[in-house]
C-alpha cells in the first residue's frame, strides 16, 4: 500500500510539473452575437481585416475594414474601430486579429502574443540571473 502512496503521489507531482510547462494557451471562443457580425464581414470586398477583444465574461468589441487599398491600411482602420469600441463598452481584454481577408488567423495570433510574452519574459529573467552572478547589487 506504502508502495501505491508513494507512486500516486509522484505522479501527482509529475502532473503538476507537466503541467506548468505547458504550452496550453486559452483562446476565448467568439460570442454568438459576434458570429453575426462575421457573416457581414465575409460578405465585403477583398483587402479586410477583423479585429476582436473578448472578456472573460464573453463581452466583446470589434472592428474590422475593407477595400483599402493594402492590407495595412485595412487592418490600421479595423484596429482604430475595436480601440473605440472597446472604449465605449469598458472591454479590458487585449484585441487580436480574427480574419485577415476570408481566413481565420485568431488562434494563431493569440499563440503568437503569448510566445512573445514568454520569450519577454525569459529574457528578463536571464538579465536578472546574469546581474546576480555579476554582482549587481541593483538586481538583488
Do not use: W
Amino acid at each position: 500500500m506504502k508502495v501505491f502512496a508513494r507512486f500516486l503521489s509522484v505522479s501527482a507531482v509529475v502532473a503538476l510539473m507537466a503541467g506548468c510547462a505547458s504550452n496550453v494557451v486559452y483562446v476565448p471562443k467568439i460570442p454568438p452575437h459576434a458570429q453575426a457580425k462575421l457573416l457581414d464581414y465575409y460578405q465585403q470586398p477583398n483587402n479586410k481585416v477583423f479585429v476582436i477583444a473578448i472578456d472573460p465574461s464573453g463581452d466583446y468589441a470589434f472592428g474590422y475594414d475593407f477595400g483599402k487599398a493594402t492590407l495595412k491600411e485595412a487592418a490600421k482602420v479595423a484596429v482604430e474601430k475595436c480601440d473605440a469600441n472597446r472604449e465605449e463598452h469598458g472591454i479590458i481584454a487585449k484585441p487580436y486579429i480574427y480574419a485577415i481577408n476570408d481566413k481565420v488567423v485568431y488562434e494563431e495570433m493569440i499563440m503568437k502574443a503569448n510566445q512573445k510574452q514568454k520569450d519577454v519574459s525569459m529574457d528578463a529573467q536571464q538579465d536578472e540571473v546574469a546581474n546576480k552572478e555579476a554582482g549587481n547589487p541593483a538586481a538583488e
